[in-house]
């Protein structure tokens, strides 16, 4: 009964991927995912449909903007124009990348299928597991308000595009999720080899080598979707605190929506570069023992053993970096980067707004 949060959660995200066509196969049970010409041909079409009804989402979805934002000026109605083509793209980008890597997707599932059977999630992991489930569905509710004041205005037409275009939008933030799941599953694994007691070098090794294997194919494969989530909702961060602070000088007054929003948005993308660098210190750690298990023989102090020896070196030769496309690495240099970026457009919005109002004054 203590492992049914554990399963519940990770299970959870694979059947939201199976029926979001993120991941266009099936799973059998502990053999797997295998790929079937059927559910491709069904993700392939999927693909298809959603791809040529884009234009007359994002075309009914300016026409309702059209029709209910009455208050705002036209650079909000842009800005969220925008943020809604920019999301609609990523997602068909992680559809169609996820179709075309589908087998190398499966056999990477089926390892992290494996690695779960054998290992479980903490409860540490486990709670910050469910929080960014339930901070996603927090982010899909926030859209019923809406319905609820506009809905009985709109034409059917326009409800129907608005409820695809959510689903749409929503596409990337489950792959978020998943993957967000499956690092913390490689994240746990590290951190239960650190729990061990006396563990054997070539134990260690072996565990070591594994590991940094599935950390490296896991990397390569999500490389493309992890770099469109981090510059999609960084740039989504940046245009809602542009409307926020624009709001703010003329209209006096707090956003409601644009700061819940900016604030969502922002707490998704630390969660997502957090667990990448947790894993990687993780995994630094482990590697750092298994070293001074390599360089320290039995009956030699860790001096001793700086010092030059003819014991033969055991140490392994695994990297544990999160590039993205060769860019950038997940990690806390990069948040803050990232943050200081941010602090730095807020300054220059200022002042433009500032030196705006002052000469808007003798006019």
């Given amino acids: 009964m203590s492992r049914l949060p554990h399963v519940c959660g990770l299970c959870l995200l694979m059947r939201l991927w ?56 036209a650079i909000f109605k842009g800005i969220a124009l925008a943020t809604m083509t920019g999301d609609v793209c990523i997602s068909l980008a992680l559809l169609g990348a ?27 992991s486990t709670l910050f597991l469910w929080l960014k489930l339930l901070l996603s569905l927090y982010e899909l509710l926030c859209n019923v308000p809406f319905l609820q004041g506009a809905g009985r205005r709109l034409p059917w037409s326009q409800l129907l595009a608005y409820g695809l275009q959510l689903y749409v939008q929503h596409v990337s933030s489950v792959y978020a999720n998943g993957v967000f799941g499956g690092i913390l599953l490689i994240l746990e694994c590290f951190g239960q ?30 490389q493309l979707g992890i770099f469109l989530l981090v510059i999609g909702g960084f740039v989504n961060i940046l245009a809602n605190m542009y409307a926020f602070m624009s709001y703010f000088v003329s209209q006096h007054g707090v956003p409601l929506t644009i700061s819940n929003n900016c604030l969502i948005v922002t707490l998704q993308l630390y969660a997502l570069i957090l667990a990448a660098h947790l894993c990687q210190v993780k995994a630094s750690h482990l590697r750092r023992h298994c070293l001074e298990l390599g360089y320290t023989p039995p009956g030699l102090t860790q001096e001793q053993a700086k010092a030059p020896t003819p014991y033969p070196l055991v140490s392994p030769t695994a990297s544990y970096k999160f590039r993205v496309l060769g860019l950038f690495s997940l990690d806390n240099s990069f948040w803050l980067f990232l943050v200081s970026y941010a602090m730095n457009f807020i300054v220059v919005i200022l002042q433009f707004t500032l030196e705006h109002m002052k000469n808007a004054k003798p006019n």
């Fill in 18 to 73: 199976q029926l979001l066509a993120l991941a266009p196969f099936r799973i059998q049970g502990r053999r797997g995912a295998r790929c079937h010409r059927f559910v491709t041909l069904i993700g392939v079409l999927r693909w298809l449909l959603l791809t040529s009804l884009a234009p007359v989402l994002l075309w009914q979805s300016a026409a309702m903007y059209e029709a209910t934002n009455v208050r705002h000026s």
């Fill in 193 to 222: 080899q650190e729990r061990e007691l006396e563990p054997r070098l070539g134990q260690l090794l072996r565990r070591e080598y594994r590991w940094a294997a599935l950390f490296l194919r896991f990397v390569k494969l999500f």
């Fill in 98 to 124: 996820h179709l075309y890597r589908r087998q190398d997707l499966a056999r990477l599932v089926s390892s992290l299928v494996k690695l779960h059977h054998r290992r479980r999630l903490s409860w540490w």
